[in-house]
């Protein structure tokens, strides 16, 4: 099976522009968690979602948004971008074990804001 | 809420020296609990993980750990380091609850001198 990918791997944008970034998960998987990772905050969750709906919703302002797809691609969004929104953000295709999911990352997306 | 701690945010080994990192986390019902590994430019791969099996979990790469719940600990280990072992590892925690957040220590990077 492909892996997660996340396009672009590669972004630069500026101050109060937006960006939208997308995740398609491994196939068959029907949800995916999106993170942020900055070297001073670590890994913090954004959000999950599960067959189109958020299931689940970290602390992040409105500016920070997604949504998920019925063939379960998903795209989060941050609109009126700030310095400090530059990050690794990463995405998750999570599949059911039992109790849990156990969750395969993509590469992520490098996000820099000027 | 669940935490976990990831003392000290580097460790150095020589090759062929054990590998220690530790993790420590707070709950008061014993959680699923996770190590990753995270190369540079690359997303995060899972280690090994406990999920109220065996105490002792052995992973990839040769790592293992043990979940110790009168020490809230969950130890990563490895007999001797590798210099491909070089990376950034992070420890994990996830409630045992149906559509619970995975919450991640700070991490910890891993040096290995030749």
């Known amino acids: 099976k492909a892996g997660v990918t996340q396009t672009p791997r590669y972004l630069i944008k500026t101050r109060g522009q937006q960006v939208t970034l997308s995740c398609s998960p491994i196939?068959?998987?029907?949800?995916v968690s999106w993170y942020q990772q900055t070297p001073g905050q670590g890994l913090q969750f954004l959000f999950e979602?599960?067959?189109?709906?958020?299931?689940n919703k970290g602390n992040f302002p409105g500016r920070f948004s997604g949504r998920q797809f019925s063939n379960s691609r998903s795209e989060m969004n941050v609109s009126t971008l700030e310095l400090g929104d530059s990050a690794l953000y990463l995405c998750a295709s999570n599949e059911r074990r039992g109790p849990y999911n156990e969750q395969f990352f993509g590469p992520g997306t490098r996000l820099t804001v000027l | 809420a669940q935490s976990v701690t990831q003392l000290g945010s580097h460790v150095s080994v020589s090759e062929g020296a054990l590998v220690l990192l530790r993790c420590n986390y707070s709950s008061s019902v014993p959680p699923y609990l996770f190590w990753y590994v995270q190369y540079p430019n690359q997303g995060l791969q899972l280690l090994l993980k406990?999920?109220?099996?065996?105490?002792l979990v052995k992973g990839i790469n040769g790592f293992e750990a043990e979940f110790k719940k009168s020490e809230t600990s969950f130890h990563l280990t490895k007999p001797s380091a590798h210099m491909s072992d070089a990376a950034e590892y992070f420890c994990?925690?996830?409630?045992?609850?149906?559509?619970?957040?995975?919450?991640f220590g700070k991490g910890i990077t891993l040096s290995v001198r030749p």
């Open positions: 994990a925690v996830r409630p045992t609850g149906a559509n619970s957040k995975l919450t």
């Open positions: 196939s068959g998987h029907r949800s």
């Open positions: 406990y999920t109220s099996a065996a105490t």
């Open positions: 979602y599960f067959s189109e709906t958020q299931r």
